[in-house]
T-cell receptor, first 115, second 112 residues
Framework: DTGVSQDPRHKITKRGQNVTFRCDPI?????LYWYRQTLGQGPEFLTY????????KSRLLSDRFSAERPKGSFSTLEIQRTEQGDSAMYLC?????????????FGPGTRLLVL | DQQVKQNSPSLSVQEGRISILNCDYT??????FLWYKKYPAEGPTFLIS?????DKNEDGRFTVFLNKSAKHLSLHIVPSQPGDSAVYFC???????????FGTGTSLTVIP
């Protein structure tokens, strides 16, 4: 399977703990996105990378959130001092940006539950 | 501020009939639109897209129509099949942009 993969698929944690999620994009894709989705809503943009550079962060991304894509391949999203409001599905997507329209391909998501 | 809106949270259609899912947007800078399909516990799967230079794009049973003056797009599925039952999201982006703006989704149920 050469699609976008995410690990773990599910994470239950206690409030105040740190969690880290991993995303492996489609291999030739140069852009990688993180989204958050809560019940009854569509995915909401958090941040994206072009190769290893983080080019944009949403105001939804508080200081407790940090994302990296150190070698322009896989990416990690860390949430420090988790809060119950962080409970959501975290989606990763990748795309091949060539200067025109791009199509983002999503992974299966990591469902986070903060108790 | 919801820039992409799907005002019908759910839709039920008989198998073999046409399903029409609607989406409205407010940002006139949007010029690329996509539909995604999502099954429970999975990520969204790309279905079909349309650029603002077109008003129709067709792929098999799926056709997307774009009405730029009305800032409206629709997805037609014909004939509808039970396997089409899922949540459908429309998304929009602006040229040179990066983030997609998603609607809240329409849950389609195709009744056998």
């Amino acid at each position: 399977d050469t699609g976008v993969s995410q690990d773990p698929r599910h994470k239950i944690t206690k409030r105040g703990q740190n969690v880290t999620f991993r995303c492996d994009p489609i291999s030739e894709h140069n852009r990688l996105y993180w989204y958050r989705q809560t019940l009854g809503q569509g995915p909401e943009f958090l941040t994206y990378f072009q190769n290893e550079a983080q080019l944009e962060k949403s105001r939804l991304l508080s200081d407790r959130f940090s994302a990296e894509r150190p070698k322009g391949s896989f990416s990690t999203l860390e949430i420090q001092r988790t809060e119950q409001g962080d409970s959501a599905m975290y989606l990763c997507a990748s795309s091949l940006w060539q200067g025109i329209e791009e199509t983002q391909y999503f992974g299966p998501g990591t469902r986070l539950l903060v108790l | 501020d919801q820039q992409v809106k799907q005002n019908s949270p759910s839709l039920s259609v008989q198998e073999g009939r046409i399903s029409i899912l609607n989406c409205d947007y407010t940002n006139s800078m949007f010029d690329y639109f996509l539909w995604y399909k999502k099954y429970p516990a999975e990520g969204p799967t790309f279905l079909i897209s349309i650029s603002s230079i077109k008003d129709k794009n067709e792929d098999g049973r799926f056709t997307v129509f774009l009405n730029k003056s009305a800032k409206h797009l629709s997805l037609h599925i014909v004939p509808s099949q039970p396997g089409d039952s899922a949540v459908y999201f429309c998304a929009a982006s602006a040229y040179g942009g990066n983030q997609f703006y998603f609607g809240t989704g329409t849950s389609l149920t195709v009744i056998p």
